[in-house]
């Protein structure tokens, strides 16, 4: 059993990828039935223009009948409405009211006064509006028309197989994006860590070095000592993840014989601790 193949072409009119069927009369690929409505009537309603048209790949004979069959009559019409409004021939307008059954369109005229003369305004920047957005269409439907090439339809398989493509092209992106982030996020916490590793590893050091030094507390002893305090204040000074408070060297005791540390007058278990050379804790 053979599978037919099934074409895709873009609308001449709207401009969307709809699709295709073959036409028994002239044997052409052509638009089938979209851009419509099936209020439950049993028939459609409001079907584009560009039904029954080849697909503008292999034709622009949709588009080119479009303007000239239903843009460009309407904007004429439009033109000539606005200058009637503008000229004031215009003797009669219909506007909606709303009432409990529903919109209607009700009449006025110029013996309405103001309600006339507003709603006169009103259609007025409409309609030049309406003139603005067709001859704008027009123009840029007349230009692709000039630019036109002649281009081969699609199949839907070949159109499922390029998004399924694009899916996979997509979520390549968004998986080399992922593994980026993950990547950079990696190296924060690397850095992280390193800079946590190299403030244990001063902690550790000058511990070490007060400790040492507490052994034999002379004078020599806390001169060296007060020297250290004031390079390790520099080096913490200088990389700002590196400062730590001095409770956690964790050498109370050996400060305390180098003169570095006091227990707090307050009795509260804290310890004041020297902050530069010139300060003499209190024995």
Known sequence: MTTATRYLGT??????EQKLHRDRQSGLLVMVHHGYLRPGHGYIQGDCY???????EESPDGTIAYVERVLQPHLEKSQ????????????????PTYASR??????ITPEDGYTFKEAVRRRISETSRLVRQL???IAERTEKVARWRPEPVRTEEEVLQKRESMTVARRAVIDEARAARQAKRAALDAKQRA??????????????????????PTAE?????QQHWVKMHKRMNKKGYLHFYPSRLQAEEALRRLGLAVPSRRGDGYWNYANDLGWEPIP
């Open 11 to 16: 609308c001449p009119v709207c401009d969307r």
């Open 50 to 56: 560009g039904v029954g048209w080849q697909s503008f």
């Open 80 to 95: 000539s409405f606005l200058e009637r409004l503008e000229a004031g021939t215009v003797t009669e307008l219909y506007v």
């Open 102 to 107: 529903g919109e209607t369109l009700k009449r």
């Open 135 to 137: 001859t704008e269409d």
């Open 195 to 216: 800079r946590e590793q190299e403030a244990l590893d001063l902690i550790e050091e000058y511990r070490n070095i007060f400790e040492q030094l507490a052994f034999h």
């Open 221 to 225: 002893a806390r001169k060296e000592a």
